[in-house]
T-cell receptor, first 117, second 110 residues
Framework: GAGVSQSPRYKVAKRGQDVALRCDPI?????LFWYQQALGQGPEFLTY????????KSGLPSDRFFAERPEGSVSTLKIQRTQQEDSAVYLC???????????????FGPGTRLTVT | TQLLEQSPQFLSIQEGENLTVYCNSS?????LQWYRQEPGEGPVLLVT?????EVKKLKRLTFQFGDARKDSSLHITAAQPGDTGLYLC??????????FGAGTRLTVKP
């Protein structure tokens, strides 16, 4: 079956450009997460959606980061006025459950590698 | 913020050797998860441990959750090149997100 897909897989942006990263979760999964993974580090939580509702955006590093999931399926992470420190892999994960985070099985996409020059 | 420290950071071994990697915290976790991540891919869940002292086996991989639920270990028996990857542990930070360690990067040489 189809897993979580992300596009583009690679994105090079000049500093100051806006970028949009897309996530297609597994069909029917109600929960969707975005993570940022810097080189040599583990993923760091950015934001969480339950269907179309953004329930937690506490991990977004600045107001230049914005995420949406308007119809409760596809999600877009937008970064405005990109900076070099935004260079990282952006991972999307979806889950069929609404339960506690620790018991929730998350299915990750392959990520989008963003390089800001 | 509950931090997870993983050790060692890097591990390079020969095929057939055994190894153990660790995930430690000063905080108590209701559960911990272990993931493996290969280059260019997202993490894949290997196991979730929930009960203090719990031991779970997945083929040649043995996962243990500490009695106090502050630490966990992953033991691999007779490592194979296919085991190469980044091993991440993660625990719930709140109801919404998982907190990941920095990972152990394992290389198994043929």
């Amino acid at each position: 079956g189809a897993g979580v897909s992300q596009s583009p897989r690679y994105k090079v942006a000049k500093r100051g450009q806006d970028v949009a990263l897309r996530c297609d979760p597994i069909s029917g999964h109600v929960s969707l997460f975005w993570y940022q993974q810097a080189l040599g580090q583990g993923p760091e939580f950015l934001t969480y959606f339950q269907n179309e509702a953004q329930l937690d955006k506490s991990g977004l590093p600045s107001d230049r980061f914005f995420a949406e999931r308007p119809e409760g399926s596809v999600s877009t992470l937008k970064i405005q006025r990109t900076q070099q420190e935004d260079s990282a892999v952006y991972l999307c994960a979806s889950s069929p459950s609404l339960g506690l985070a620790g018991h929730r099985e998350q299915y990750f996409g392959p990520g989008t590698r963003l390089t800001v020059t | 913020t509950q931090l997870l420290e993983q050790s060692p950071q890097f591990l390079s071994i020969q095929e057939g050797e055994n190894l153990t990697v660790y995930c430690n915290s000063s905080s108590v976790f209701s559960s911990l998860q272990w993931y493996r991540q290969e280059p260019g891919e997202g993490p894949v869940l290997l196991v979730t441990v929930v009960t203090g002292g719990e031991v779970k086996k997945l083929k040649r991989l043995t996962f243990q959750f500490g009695d106090a639920r502050k630490d966990s270990s992953l033991h691999i028996t007779a490592a194979q090149p296919g085991d190469t990857g980044l091993y991440l542990c993660a625990g719930p930070n709140n109801n919404n997100d998982m907190r990941f360690g920095a990972g152990t990067r394992l290389t198994v040489k043929p």
